[in-house]
């Protein structure tokens, strides 16, 4: 289903993948339908708040929202958090809770090893950014059995024909248009934010939402075929499954299912050193991703870049990206 397979123009051939890939997610059965409001605090830039998400599929999850003290509607910030094989903590990896919550430590100890020691919503706040951050299905508020669970939730899953990608998938999509709703936002200068695994989620919902009008996705790019490699987590189980969709696998390249966004204003950032993203296999999917959106008439939308670091998303890479952020939604 890559574009070129067929004798279509781009806009054909997106037209008819994303009604395909849609259909194998379903979407549309999952919406936020009720939100309570279980804690607020207030910080020097911005007033925050702990928020319970009921999702039309069943599933509560916590989530936190930064409201910049800055005049509204402002532009907003999908903010996705990463897996990192640890789950007691999830939303708490980007957006810190009160000073006084006993997650603060295991939060900080995150930020340190992976964000500079900086949490990256904390920055977007004070930028002007609204910001939210919802747990994913295993994470804090929804915590599971650990890293050896991860491949029976998925097994379960599948017992009632939903994959668990599916799953994070549609409430993400879910989580975005509750974001743009919101009356603090606004609804044209949404983007989605996230490294890792949270990386591969902003790209995604990039491409499977209307309400995301421009994404950063930082460490993880790659093509299908560089990835299935000996060692590689793809073929490991377990955490892949958060990231297979039994419909779409094996049909659409990664970069393909991201070309899905083009022309959308797009950020992609890769370490030379990371161990997860080979730099000549992210070289490879980048090439594609500028074939494809400037297929689709947007070239000058999309920045890829590598540097020399690991798997990481240091204070330098995070201010790059919200720079390069701040000139398409603001300027």
Same mark, same amino acid.
């Given at each position: 289903?890559?574009? &070129?397979?067929a004798a279509v123009d781009f806009a054909t051939w997106r037209s008819s993948t994303f009604?395909?890939?849609?259909?194998?997610?379903?979407?549309?059965?999952? !919406?936020?339908?009720?939100?309570?409001?279980?804690?607020?605090w207030d910080c020097s830039s911005y007033a925050g708040k702990r928020l319970s998400l009921r999702f039309s599929n069943g599933e509560v999850a916590e989530a936190h929202l930064l409201l910049p003290h800055r005049r509204t509607?402002?532009?907003?910030?999908?903010?996705?958090?990463?897996?990192? *094989?640890?789950?007691?903590?999830?939303?708490?990896?980007?957006?810190?809770?009160?000073?006084?919550?006993?997650?603060r430590k295991a939060a900080r100890a995150w930020a340190?090893? $992976?964000?500079g020691g900086r949490f990256p919503a904390e920055e977007a706040a004070r930028r002007?950014?609204?910001?939210?951050?919802?747990?994913?299905?295993?994470?804090s508020s929804r915590c599971?059995?650990?890293?050896?669970?991860?491949?029976?939730?998925?097994?379960?899953?599948?017992? @009632?024909?939903?994959?668990? %990608?599916?799953?994070? %998938?549609?409430?993400?999509?879910? %989580?975005?248009? $509750?974001? +743009?709703?919101?009356?603090?936002?606004?609804?044209?200068?949404?983007? =989605?934010? +996230? @490294?890792?695994?949270? /990386?591969?989620?902003?790209?995604q919902v990039a491409a499977l939402s209307a309400d995301i009008a421009a994404f950063c996705a930082i460490s993880w790019m790659g093509t299908l075929n560089g990835l299935m490699q000996t060692g590689s987590n793809q073929l490991? /189980?377990?955490? *892949? @499954?958060?990231?297979? !969709?039994?419909?779409?696998?094996g049909k659409l390249d990664y970069p393909d299912f991201a070309g899905l966004a083009a022309p959308k204003p797009g950020y992609f950032l890769s370490?030379?050193?990371?161990?997860?993203?080979?730099?000549?296999?992210?070289?490879? %999917?980048?090439?594609?991703?500028?074939?494809?959106? =400037?297929? &689709?008439? +947007? *070239?000058?939308?999309?920045?890829?870049?590598?540097? !020399? &670091?690991g798997h990481e998303f240091p204070v330098p890479e995070q201010d790059a990206a919200l720079n390069w952020l701040d000139a398409v939604l603001k300027g």
């Open positions: 289903m890559r574009f &070129g397979a009604a395909y890939v849609v259909q194998s997610i379903d979407p549309d059965v999952c !919406h936020v339908d009720h939100v309570e409001m279980m804690e607020q509607p402002a532009p907003a910030l999908l903010m996705f958090h990463d897996h990192g *094989a640890t789950f007691d903590i999830g939303k708490e990896k980007v957006i810190p809770p009160p000073s006084d919550n006993p997650m340190d090893r $992976f964000y002007g950014y609204v910001v939210l951050s919802v747990d994913a299905l295993g994470w599971g059995n650990g890293y050896d669970a991860q491949q029976a939730l998925a097994a379960n899953l599948m017992q @009632f024909g939903v994959s668990l %990608a599916s799953v994070v %998938a549609m409430e993400d999509i879910a %989580a975005a248009r $509750f974001l +743009g709703a919101l009356p603090e936002v606004d609804e044209k200068r949404v983007a =989605s934010f +996230g @490294f890792s695994f949270g /990386g591969y989620r902003a790209w490991r /189980g377990q955490s *892949a @499954f958060y990231m297979l !969709h039994p419909q779409v696998a370490g030379r050193q990371d161990r997860h993203f080979p730099p000549a296999v992210v070289e490879t %999917a980048f090439a594609r991703l500028h074939e494809l959106w =400037s297929e &689709g008439q +947007g *070239a000058q939308n999309l920045t890829t870049a590598i540097w !020399h &670091g």
